[in-house]
C-alpha cells in the first residue's frame, strides 16, 4: 500500500532545517544546482533572441563587444518602450478598418471564379497554394482554369506525373509566379495530401483541428510556408466563421505590403518578417491576424513602396510615417 503525505511549505522548511548538516547541505546544493540550469537556460534563450534582433538590424552579436552589446540592449529598451506608447493607436486604426471596410475576397472575383473557390475547398486549397508572389486575383484564377480542363479532382491529379502537371499548368492562361515546374510540385503535393491522407476531402485538413495543426498540415504542400498556411486559417475563420476561441493561435501573413505597413508605421523597426508576427502578436495578443487584411489592404491601396498616397489614407492620422 502506498501512501503520500502532503506537506506545507513550511513544514517542509522544518524538516530540511532538522536535518543533520552534512545532509542538509545536499539537499541545498541540489536545490542549488536545479536553479542554476534553469538560469543557464534561461539565459541560453535571451542570447538567442538577442541574435535574432541583431540579424534583423544587419547586426551580428556574435562579433559585438560587451559595450556594444549594452548599448543595443539599451537602444532597444528605450525604442520598444517609445514603440509601445504609440502603436495602440495604429492597432485600433487598423481594427477599426477592419471592422468597417472588410470583406471576403469573393466579392473581389468574377462571380464564376469566386463561386468555385468558396464552393469547393480542394478549389480553394490550389488557389491559395499559388497565392504568392504573384497579383492575388490571378493566383485564385488556376483552379478554376484546372476545372475547365477537366482535372480538378485530387485523385486525377495526384495520378499525374510532375511532367504532365507542368504541361497542364503551361497551358493556363494564367501560370504560377514561379515556374510551372515548381507549380507541379505544389499541385501534386497538395492533390496528394488531399487524396491519400484525407480520402479526397480537402476540408478535412481544417475541420474539427486547432489553426496550428491546419498549418502544419497545409505546410507540407511544396512552397506553402508559413505565410501561406497563416492566411488560410486567417481566411477560415473570417469567410467561414471557423476557430471561434482560437484566435490566439492565428498569425498575420507578412507580406511584403504587410511588413511595409508595420514598419512605416512604427509597428516595427524594420520590415524582417519575424518581427512583423512577434509584433503583431504582442500587440493584439488575442487575434494577431486581425491585423492582417486591414495591413495589406491599406499597403496594397495607399502604402506604395514609392510615393505613398499618405494624406489620403486610413492611418495618416497615428502613422508615423517613417518612410525611407
Not at 506545507?8 to 536545479?34: C, H, N, S, W, Y
Not at 504609440?86 to 478598418?97: D, E, M, P, Q, R
Not at 511544396?222 to 475563420?237: K, N, P
Not at 495589406?296 to 510615393?307: N, Q, R, S, V, Y
Amino acid at each position: 500500500m502506498n501512501l503520500t503525505v502532503e506537506l506545507t511549505t513550511d513544514q517542509i522548511i522544518d524538516f530540511v532545517q532538522q536535518m543533520p548538516p552534512g545532509e542538509k547541505r545536499e539537499v541545498l546544493l541540489a536545490l542549488a544546482e536545479q536553479a542554476e540550469t534553469s538560469r543557464a537556460e534561461r539565459m541560453a534563450y535571451a542570447e538567442a533572441q538577442f541574435r535574432k534582433l541583431c540579424a534583423s538590424r544587419g547586426l551580428n552579436w556574435d562579433t559585438m563587444t560587451e559595450a556594444e552589446r549594452e548599448n543595443f540592449v539599451d537602444d532597444l529598451i528605450h525604442r520598444e518602450t517609445t514603440i509601445d506608447h504609440t502603436s495602440n493607436s495604429v492597432v485600433v486604426a487598423l481594427k477599426n478598418y477592419q471592422n468597417h471596410h472588410y470583406k471576403d475576397d469573393r466579392s473581389e472575383l468574377p462571380r464564376e471564379i469566386g463561386d468555385e473557390v468558396y464552393t469547393n475547398p480542394f478549389a480553394f486549397l490550389i488557389g491559395a497554394s499559388f497565392d504568392r508572389g504573384m497579383d492575388w486575383k490571378q493566383a485564385w484564377e488556376i483552379p478554376y482554369q484546372i476545372k475547365l480542363r477537366g482535372k480538378l479532382d485530387p485523385a486525377i491529379l495526384a495520378s499525374m506525373t510532375e511532367e504532365e502537371l507542368s504541361l497542364l499548368l503551361e497551358s493556363l492562361p494564367r501560370k504560377p509566379r514561379y515556374g510551372t515546374e515548381r507549380g507541379a510540385k505544389t499541385l501534386k503535393d497538395a492533390a496528394s495530401l488531399v487524396h491519400d491522407q484525407f480520402g479526397g476531402d480537402a476540408a478535412a485538413i481544417w475541420r474539427d483541428v486547432s489553426p496550428i495543426e491546419v498549418k502544419k498540415r497545409l505546410q507540407n504542400i511544396y512552397d506553402v510556408a508559413q505565410g501561406i498556411a497563416s492566411m488560410v486559417v486567417r481566411i477560415l475563420h473570417d469567410d467561414w466563421g471557423m476557430f471561434k476561441g482560437q484566435e490566439h493561435e492565428i498569425d498575420i501573413k507578412a507580406d511584403v505590403h504587410v511588413k511595409r505597413v508595420f514598419q512605416r508605421t512604427g509597428l516595427t523597426h524594420s520590415k524582417a518578417e519575424e518581427e512583423a508576427i512577434s509584433a503583431a502578436r504582442r500587440l493584439n495578443p488575442k487575434f494577431p491576424g486581425e491585423l492582417d487584411w486591414p495591413a495589406w489592404k491599406i499597403g496594397k491601396d495607399w502604402c506604395f513602396p514609392t510615393k505613398p498616397q499618405c494624406n489620403s489614407c486610413p492611418l495618416t492620422a497615428v502613422c508615423g510615417k517613417h518612410i525611407k
